[in-house]
């Protein structure tokens, strides 16, 4: 069926009034679609996002439905906002095309060069590895992690990386999102994986994932933060910078002495800051990994030390 796209441009602050303006010409489903420039992290904690100076309020329409309303979006226009400086209506059709395999042609391969090579296979694609590549099934969806962004790639590559020379027998996944580094540490050899998420769709994703890649045995998958009652001797903490310097006494609390911390999810120009609130909880940085304006870390808890009294 063709679809015709019904816009108004407005900057955040015209927002309302051009979702009202569909809703007075009788369109209950407008979108707002806003328009982000540079690459931006989350909140700081406990503080709203920043909204992005301007956006689309559209609307996807029937030709027959654009008809009828038309008029009553222009009358709806005028009447809100003053003359002469209501948005232009802009209109254009929309190809016609499968909407349910669209989504194919953004999500590709996407191979992560580490100490083991690992390539993300979405399910639309074949691929057969070679030369000792990892492949992770993915199925993209409504959790984080897909490995189109550059902070999961870094924490894939450090990942790797940290489990080039050992397995370690207990590791967390914090925030695990679609379970993609979770599955990734088992598929590396890591025998038991715990991965947590707060969010109730992230856990559904993420056994999803498990399932996909035959390591569901491996994972345990459950709705929460960090365990309380076990130390890792890996930890892959894919989140923010906020969240990391918050929780960073958290994050040492459940590493085992000596063991690993992969941090991500933050950019570059917050690196410093990041390490400081780590080093303060008692860890060590070890390397860094940069992609674009991301970074990602590997940090190691600092054993503690034993003075003894010496007669």
Request: charged share 20%.
């Amino acid at each position: 069926m063709k679809l015709l796209r019904a816009a108004l441009a407005v900057d955040a602050a015209g927002v309302e009034r051009a979702i009202a303006a569909f809703e007075l010409a009788g369109v209950f489903d407008s979108a707002v679609e806003w328009e982000v420039g540079e690459p931006v992290e989350e909140p700081s904690w406990g503080q709203p996002a920043p909204l992005p100076e301007r956006a689309e309020v559209a609307a996807y329409l029937a030709p027959q439905r654009w008809q009828e309303i038309s008029a009553d979006l222009a009358a709806a226009l005028a009447r809100l906002w003053p003359p002469n400086a209501a948005p232009d209506i802009a209109v254009r059709e929309i190809p016609q095309r499968d909407w349910r395999t669209a989504w194919h042609e953004h999500f590709d391969l996407v191979r992560i060069p580490a100490a083991r090579t690992i390539v993300i296979r979405p399910p639309h694609l074949a691929y057969e590895p070679s030369g000792g590549e990892l492949v992770i099934d993915l199925a993209p969806g409504l959790a984080f992690g897909t490995g189109q962004h550059q902070s999961t790639r870094l924490a894939l590559a450090l990942l790797a990386d940290a489990l080039a020379d050992a397995q370690p027998p207990q590791v967390l996944d914090l925030g695990t999102g679609s379970g993609i580094l979770a599955v990734a540490a088992a598929k590396l050899g890591a025998p038991a994986v715990t991965a947590v998420d707060i969010d109730p769709l992230a856990v559904d994703a993420a056994r999803d994932t498990a399932r996909r890649n035959r390591v569901a045995d491996r994972i345990t998958i459950q709705r929460g933060s960090i365990p309380a009652s076990r130390r890792y001797d890996l930890i892959l903490a894919n989140l923010t910078a906020d969240l990391l310097q918050n929780l960073a006494s958290e994050l040492a609390a459940a590493a085992s002495p000596g063991g690993r911390l992969v941090a991500a999810g933050f950019l570059t120009s917050r690196r410093a800051e990041v390490a400081a609130a780590l080093e303060s909880a008692g860890f060590q940085m070890l390397n860094t990994r940069t992609e674009d304006e991301w970074c990602a870390l590997t940090a190691a808890k600092i054993p503690p030390r034993h003075d003894r009294n010496l007669c």
